[in-house]
């Protein structure tokens, strides 16, 4: 197999245009690659949240494959429930059995880490064929920009504010991914589609295995985050370059980062881009800083060597 | 109001039938700037492509000859009736073949 | 025919689901429901139910698995009881809002708080404003039967509204019966499985579960108004179409002696016997009283309510929950209330809670209501004082 690169990207659109996603919004950037590296043999059960509104308003929908949206903390249980009718029926000749269809359930990070968690617990340990994409924008967006479990550090969001007492989300994102992975599923990974081909390699492995898998996808969020959009991609890049997020996997056990960063660039440059950090003082700064050198140590340590470097001034 | 159908009319459940009919609603009007792509700047790399949102830039196999000789089998064309004017193509164009330009209305 | 088995009404649910031959079971177990997920698990074990089961994490998650599996196209079932099923209230109604025949069978049980695990119908009633058709059976075999019926009315194409069945916990969840038990056979010729709708399919995309705005939301509400209210005619069909294919003759409503009463009583559930046996008594003794039993509670079956109580001269509607601060108390009351005076019906109508959180409902308190009622006799509705009281409290 020759390696995917951009020029491997489908052509066909499985996300129609016209939805109602803010411009330059990397939900969007998600869903469109996400569809494209699944194919049309699949059926999305999604969460409540921006991209369900912005893409299913009566009496038009964006999505070209099956598509089903019953609440907002249950993505995961509706997608057990789809992957036990569609095995069932197979089984029982009430559908084609030769017909290869992968059940696939989307939430955003309120969705998955907070209100949708047990569900999702549940779907993983009961080992459903269905793979779980999380696009993380960090924050309740579609109820207007509030904290969510994701949030990371010192963000402003309208329910933790920078004031007088308060300097934004005091507590640190919640490590949804060790969550998911302390369940022993097969295959588990973040993705950032400022690397398309991460993205595609990804995504498409985690739908071929049989089982439940679990894509954690970087989604930076106009509004939310406070910046102007044509800096979506230049963000997402940014996140990986500074190690704020760091693309691995971790296939049946096996730990690789897969975007290896040599040098990488001190956190402030990614801060600095958004308004939602803007409030942020030397020594906040200096702390995230700190906390993503500890972060990284620990997946270099995981990884066995430095694949995420030191950080280099300019 | 009256244009719409009656509730005898629709299907239950509020289920769409028809896929993509997001189509029929156009987003030109959520745009500021416009792209414009250079065709003969454009190398034909698919970044901008890749990260429109929308989608709104459509691939074309029309084969195209730039001003400088070189042959390409595609171009890249943006779809008016979709494009937000967020900008992300034309930032992330590498050899900054698209400008963002004035809408004039 | 089938054969007949000693079995409590969770077993007797239990083989009906069976005989229907569903393809997904999702369920949480909670007292007094539990035994019927746990057999639905020992028939898919011992391969006599080709189903997928899914031991989900909660009730919220079980409702929400068969509303995928519907979806889907899957003939799908789900129990559970009191606390459960207010987990599962937000998917309930979407559930019938968006058409699916999911059929779930209800247990019913007190609601915390205190924490109670005896029966009542508070978990019933708090059900009912969701949009499901909904019965509630007397006995394991009317149980039995009205599932394999439900399957029947949820997936006819003139329907497609999900059906809940409710039995008495423990009095009827619990209890040994004879129960005869129809056959996989027969039970899928009078239920065929029917998908005449929209389902999860990769090669006819659909989109479930839309936003709709001002401009749609509405006539969506209204879309199931009507198909729950039109759902009467094929209801009685069914039942109509069950009697005559085994037997056993089940009506909306069943009404004894309700020509000549006085006084008819208004019940539901295990109630209704309790009651039937004091009237009977009652009658020797030469008070006429009458008794109207409520299966079908949703649609509420307000022409046959009250065409059974245009002879009464006083009406006492027993209820085992209350809507504490409104201005029924009673909720079977408020329908039947509503139904009389629609019809200009111009008598006491009263109401009687009773049985709260597994109180045993005795003679003794039946014997009291029909006095009570009696007294009410030939007084108008405006004469009333009190139009509730609690029959079995301590003071
Ligand atoms: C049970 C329930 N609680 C709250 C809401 C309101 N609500 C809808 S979407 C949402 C936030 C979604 O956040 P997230 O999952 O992060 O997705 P995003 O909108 O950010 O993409 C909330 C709070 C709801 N629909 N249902
Ligand atoms: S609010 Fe954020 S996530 Fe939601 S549509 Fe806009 S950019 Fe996308
Ligand atoms: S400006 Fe944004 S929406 Fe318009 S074509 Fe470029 S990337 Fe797409
Ligand atoms: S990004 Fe620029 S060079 Fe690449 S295809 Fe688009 S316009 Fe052409
Ligand atoms: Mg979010």
């Known amino acids: ?167 934004g989300e005091w507590r640190r994102k919640k490590d949804i991914v060790g969550i998911v992975r302390a369940h022993g599923i097969p295959y588990v990974a973040t993705v950032n589609f400022a690397y398309i081909s991460d993205f595609y390699v990804k995504l498409r492995k985690a739908s071929e295995i049989e089982g439940p898998t679990f894509i954690h996808a970087y989604a930076p969020c106009v509004p939310g985050w406070r910046y102007e959009p044509h800096l979506t991609v230049k963000i997402a890049k940014l996140a990986v370059q500074t190690g704020i997020w760091v693309n691995y996997e971790i296939d049946r056990g096996s730990f690789r980062v897969t975007t290896p960063v040599p040098k990488r660039l001190p956190v402030e440059e990614y801060l600095k881009t958004q308004g939602r950090f803007a409030h942020l003082m030397k020594e906040e700064v200096e702390l995230i800083q700190k906390l993503v050198d500890e972060d990284v140590d620990y997946i270099n340590k995981l990884a066995g060597s430095v694949v995420v470097g030191p950080v280099e001034r300019k | 109001m009256s244009a719409l159908p009656g509730w005898r009319e629709l299907p239950r459940g509020a289920v769409i039938l028809e896929p993509g009919s997001s189509v029929r609603y156009k987003t030109a009007s959520w745009r500021v700037l416009k792209p414009v792509i250079d065709q003969d700047k454009c190398v034909r790399c698919r970044i901008c492509w890749t990260y429109c949102p929308e989608p709104a830039i459509v691939e074309l196999d029309q084969p195209y000859t730039s001003r400088s000789g070189k042959a390409y089998k595609v171009m890249y064309a943006i779809d008016y009736d979709y494009c937000k004017g967020c900008g992300i193509c034309a930032e992330e164009c590498p050899v900054k073949a698209i400008a963002m330009v004035e809408e004039v209305r | 025919m089938g054969k007949v088995m000693p079995l409590s009404g969770n077993y007797a649910v239990a083989y009906a689901v069976k005989a229907v031959d569903v393809d997904v079971v999702a369920a949480y177990p909670i007292t007094p429901q539990t035994a019927v997920v746990e057999k639905l698990a020992e028939f898919v074990a011992n391969g006599e139910l080709d189903a997928e089961f899914l031991h989900v994490e909660s009730e919220h998650s079980a409702l929400s698995a068969v509303v995928g599996a519907s979806a889907a196209g899957a003939r799908v079932f789900t129990a559970t009881s009191a606390q459960g099923l207010l987990l599962m209230y937000e998917i309930m109604h979407i559930a019938s809002s968006s058409r699916l025949p999911i059929v779930m069978g209800i247990a019913t049980r007190a609601i915390s708080a205190p924490i109670n695990i005896w029966c009542d119908h508070s978990d019933f009633m708090a059900a009912s404003d969701t949009g499901w058709i909904m019965f509630m059976a007397l006995n394991a075999q009317e149980a039995h039967d009205l599932i394999i019926a439900a399957y029947r009315i949820a997936e006819d194409p003139r329907v497609s509204i999900p059906v809940a069945i409710g039995y008495d916990g423990f009095v009827v969840s619990h209890t040994l019966e004879p129960v005869d038990v129809i056959e996989k056979e027969e039970a899928l010729e009078y239920a065929p499985k029917r998908v005449s709708r929209p389902t999860l399919d990769p090669d006819r995309p659909v989109t479930m579960g839309s936003l709709a705005s001002p401009d749609w939301y509405f006539e969506f509400r209204v879309q199931l108004q009507d198909a729950i209210e039109n759902s009467r005619e094929t209801i009685s069909e069914a039942l109509r179409e069950f009697k005559r294919r085994f037997g056993r003759e089940y009506r909306e409503v069943d009404d004894f002696y309700t020509d000549d009463a006085d006084v008819v009583i208004v019940s539901m559930g295990s109630t209704t016997g309790t009651a039937l046996v004091f ?63 629609k019809k200009s019906l111009d008598i006491p109508i009263v109401n009687y809670v009773t049985g709260l959180g597994g109180r045993a409902v005795v003679k003794s308190h039946i014997e009291f209501i029909a006095k009570h009622a009696y007294s009410l006799v030939g007084k108008k509705m405006r004469e009333v004082k009190k139009h509730y009281s609690f029959i079995g409290v301590r003071e």
């Open chain 1, 1 to 167: 197999m020759s390696a995917f690169t951009i020029a491997s990207i489908p052509r066909e659109e499985l996300l129609a245009p016209g939805h109602r996603m803010c411009q330059g919004c990397g939900a969007a950037i998600v869903m469109r690659h996400l569809l494209k590296a699944l194919g049309k043999d699949i059926i999305i059960a999604h969460a409540t949240g921006c991209v369900e509104v912005t893409t299913s308003l009566y009496p038009e929908t964006a999505w070209r494959v099956p598509w089903i949206h019953v609440a907002f903390e249950n993505a995961a249980a509706v997608a057990s429930g789809i992957e036990a009718a569609v095995k069932a029926l197979k089984r029982k000749g009430l559908m084609n059995p030769e017909k290869k269809v992968k059940v696939v359930a989307i939430g955003g990070d309120g969705g998955t880490v907070d209100i949708g968690l047990q569900a999702l617990s549940g779907m993983l340990e009961r080992g459903h064929n269905v793979l779980y994409v999380l696009y993380d924008n960090e924050a309740y967006m579609n109820t207007g920009i509030q904290r969510s479990g994701a949030t990371p550090l010192y963000a402003w969001t309208t329910t933790t504010p920078a004031g007088k007492v308060w300097r």
């Open chain 3, 279 to 341: 009237i009977e008594e009652a009658r020797r003794s030469g008070m006429k009283l009458g008794l109207l039993n409520i299966r079908l509670f949703r649609p509420f079956p307000e022409v046959e309510v009250v065409k059974y109580l245009e002879n009464a001269k006083a009406v006492a509607v027993i209820d085992r929950a209350v809507n504490a601060g409104s201005s029924f108390v009673g909720p079977l009351y408020s329908d039947v209330v509503v139904s009389a005076f």
